[in-house]
């Protein structure tokens, strides 16, 4: 799969946006993970920097690529996750962007070929002198061996929203 086979894919879900307004559809696991990551306005520049251009991703492991950096709806990533050529393929496109003197971030969804269907979002905020990174996703499997991993699956998706937490922590301090 590559970055511009994603051009003609469409969403695998239907629920696209949801994660905007705090809407988990049925039949979904909901996740959520906050986390303050530091004080002041240049953590606050500096993290929404790095999410908006997908250095928060890379840093946290994911081998990624993108049609747009910083991402804008419409923007199609690749990601990667795994080593090498038996990587797994995250194919996503962003839903939903923000962009506000206290909020910054932006939300993917699933296109066919992700190991799972739904939505995830991503943002930085700013609350007094403190500044949070909030993830939020609502999934299923998409795949046999995402439905064959059960528990393993969540406990992988929980395991990223803690490194992409940690990630923006270093590249904003």
């Known amino acids: 799969m590559k970055l511009t086979d994603l051009e003609q894919l469409r969403f695998s879900y ?7 307004y705090d809407e988990t559809p049925s039949g979904y696991h909901r996740m959520e993970h906050r986390a303050l990551i530091g004080q002041g306005d240049q953590v606050f520049r500096r993290a929404g920097e790095a999410l908006m251009s997908w250095k928060m991703h890379s840093a946290a492991g994911v081998r990624i690529k993108a049609t747009d950096s910083p991402a804008v709806i419409g923007t199609n990533s690749l990601g990667r996750l795994g080593a090498g050529p038996i990587g797994v393929p995250v194919p996503c496109r962003v839903v939903w962007t923000v962009d506000e003197p206290d909020r910054i971030g932006f939300a993917y969804g699933t296109l066919p070929g992700h190991p799972e269907t739904g939505e995830e979002s991503f ?3 700013r609350e007094g002198d403190d500044i949070y990174f909030a993830l939020r996703a609502y999934s299923r499997p998409a795949t046999w061996y995402t439905r064959l991993s059960g528990p393993l699956g969540r406990a992988a998706q929980k395991l990223f929203a803690h490194r992409y937490a940690k990630a923006l922590q270093r590249l904003a301090n």
């Open 123 to 125: 943002v930085v905020s």
């Open 14 to 20: 239907t629920a696209v946006g949801s994660t905007r």
